[in-house]
């Protein structure tokens, strides 16, 4: 990873924390991949303030909410918690590996 993404990704958390959710935002992830209904992550701004910022993390099996300005948030499939996919890893192929 260069030098400019390391610097971009706060810049990136902070423009999709400053996107009005309208729900409590548990973590941004980043470099997120996405296994079966769950993502492999870094996260950053837990809300619990238990896992360190760039840790990796996999989500609860969670489903798509909606997507603003280039970010999806998604929703633990018991409800419980919200994350905001700030930006994805692409598959072999090229493909985001956010749902659509």
Do not use: F
């Not at 902070?14 to 973590?27: E, Q, T, Y």
């Not at 809300?47 to 990796?56: A, K, N, R, W």
């Amino acid at each position: 990873m260069s030098a400019c993404e390391l610097m971009e990704r706060p810049a990136a958390i902070a423009r999709a924390s400053a996107v009005k959710w309208g729900v409590i935002v548990d973590a941004y992830l980043t470099d997120a991949a996405r296994v079966g209904d769950r993502y492999a992550a870094l996260v950053y701004h837990d809300l619990s303030g238990v896992i360190p910022d760039g840790m990796t993390i996999v989500t609860p099996p969670i489903r798509p909410v909606v997507e603003r300005d280039g970010y999806l948030l998604v929703r633990s499939l018991d409800e419980g918690d919200h994350y905001v996919i700030v930006s994805t890893l692409s598959d072999s192929h090229g493909r985001s590996a956010t749902p659509r």
